[in-house]
């Protein structure tokens, strides 16, 4: 009657792994289901944030390219007026300049002669 008995409690045995092997195999499983589930929702999320980023990253290289234009164009313009202004001064000066040395020749024949006619009396 042993045998049957050890027997028996070894089928119970038996089917007991069994039921936690499975119940592991299970858990198994749903663990691998939901880490594939997890996986997909980061992707997902990634490509998202991707596209996002990607036209933001777009948005501010035109907005940079524009920027960078009108800049450019504002600075040509400072430019030229500054050549303006420059050529002025430099016409404005050189008429004063001249003006002043006609001055000064005018003076220096008045006073060349005033010396004439004080040293040599007519």
């Known amino acids: ?3 049957k008995t050890a027997n028996g ?5 038996i089917e007991g792994l069994r039921d936690d ?3 592991v195999a299970e858990g198994h499983t749903f663990l691998a289901d939901r880490i594939e589930n997890f996986r997909t929702e980061v992707k997902t999320e ?8 990607s036209g933001a990253i777009t948005e501010l290289r035109s907005e940079l390219r524009s920027t960078r234009s009108e800049l450019q164009s504002e600075l040509q ?11 002025r001064f430099q016409s404005e000066l ?14 220096i024949r008045a006073v060349a002669e005033e010396v ?6 007519a």
């Open 21 to 23: 092997v499975r119940q």
């Open 77 to 87: 313009s400072t430019r030229s007026e500054l050549h303006d202004r420059i050529d």
């Open 116 to 121: 004439r006619t004080h040293t040599h009396p």
């Open 46 to 53: 990634a490509r998202e944030q991707y596209t996002v980023l």
């Open 94 to 107: 050189r008429t004063e300049i001249l003006d002043v040395r006609d001055e000064l020749r005018t003076e």
């Open 9 to 13: 409690d070894l089928l119970v045995l």
């Open 1 to 3: 009657a042993r045998p």
